[in-house]
């Protein structure tokens, strides 16, 4: 391990919540100046940990020690962590939309000059911060119009304006594409030769690999073990072994799939944006898929997938222009959300929490949200059926709850991620649109929902799958379409598609001839 001297040690943390204990004597040492990865399944205590270290959970409300350059801590709350340089950067990014760069920046902290706010020493300030993490940006743009990946930075921008000297980052680059994700590890790697010492939290074994001094691994609410990258060579099976405590030899289970007709099929789907109509998102884009098909879509960020997605189903995104859907055989009309239900479709949004979910639901309730008409009773709900229903998806699912009473925005993400699988399967549909289902879901978690998929297609349903990530698509997919700015350009069977020539059609403005 690195001589340089210890920054954190988190003595025997114990946290627990009403009928779960999320951790359970974890301890954690990072030294100064090195980039420290935390591994775990989803549910394994990562984020609550952090949440411990940073006071959001504060002192008191958990057992154990922490001691933060040489001397204990007690933090009371997430304003006494940062005014000790420890800043933690959320997965969900705690911007506000409609304020701009530097009101972002400063919001609580504003420079002030006689009692008002300084706004041009906010905005020379904001400027240099923004340089830190190469951000080259009016500092009067307001966070809606901006990316991801540069709102990302704009959080890293405020740590910077609080004076860090511990940056936790949880989920980084779980909804940046590989540009982006590229660039923040690369600012990692600079922040740490000016000795700014960094935690991230991660299920991209690949990113942790790279860029990380020391892992700590963390399961089922207990620090396993902390190894050194370089001196225990450490790759991606081996933290794959730690986290999940076996050998995963292969991260796709074995599947022989059953393929009958094509039963669903889309003809010249053309959708103009919703703002600016001039630009089609869809451009006569024509697909099929069989039953028992896992049909995956590839395209770089921006492509226009999820836009073809929500807009078949119910026309949920961008104004309709033409094209035809049909259903065994018979041409169908889905012009809402109701009618796309109605017709057996079903569509899991790649966000899960703000489009997915309703954090302030329960479990049981969220399951059956999507058509309550099957647990109705007479004019009432039958509370009896709802709680089998989702008592059922919980065993069958293996969702990682004590109760199906307990709120969503409780579970880790890998289980909310299985919350909305349960809600669309409680729908019966015929296909099934699932969006990025595996964002920010550790690998055991992933294995799991890949087995969920390959069942719903071994019952004849059809399931299209819109994935960033290649190797996903090429383990899972019996089909994959290609899409490139809204054009559909090529489609390629399993047996003969390769990262490489994926690629290929991803980036070609060629589009599909129709077959």
Known sequence: MSSAPVLLEMRAITKEFPGVKALSDVSLRVRAGEIHAICGENGAGKSTLMKVLSGVYPYGSYDGQIVYQGSEVKFGDIRASENAGIVIIHQELALIPLMSITENLFLGNEPKKNGAIDWKAAQLRATELMARVGLDENPDTLVKDLGVGKQQLIEIAKAFAKNVKLLILDEPTAALNENDSQHLLDLLRGF????????????????????????????????????????????????????????LTNRYPDHTPKIGEVFFEVRDWTVRHPISTERLVAKGSSFTVRRGEIVGFAGLMGAGRTELAMSIFGRSYGVYERGEIWKDGKRIEIKTVSDAIHHGLAYVSEDRKAVGLNLLDDIKTSTVSAKLSKIRKFLKLDEVAEYKAAEGYRQSLRIKTPTVDEGVNKLSGGNQQKVVLAKWMFTDPDLLILDEPTRGIDVGAKYEIYG????????????????????????????????????????????????ENLMKQMTSNKKMQTR
């Open 192 to 247: 740490r030769e000016r000795g700014i010492t960094s935690i991230i939290i991660s299920h991209k074994l690949n990113e942790i690999e790279a860029i990380a001094d020391s892992i700590t691994i963390i399961r089922d609410g207990k620090s396993v073990e902390t190894l050194d990258v370089k001196a225990d060579g450490v790759d991606e099976d081996r933290i794959v072994r730690g986290m999940v405590g076996r050998e």
């Open 452 to 499: 969920i998929i390959q069942q719903l297609a071994d019952q004849g349903k059809g399931v299209i799958v819109i994935s960033s990530e290649l190797p996903e698509l090429l383990g899972l997919c019996d089909r994959i379409y290609t899409v490139f700015e809204g054009s559909i350009t090529g489609v390629i069977d399993r047996a003969d598609a390769t990262q």
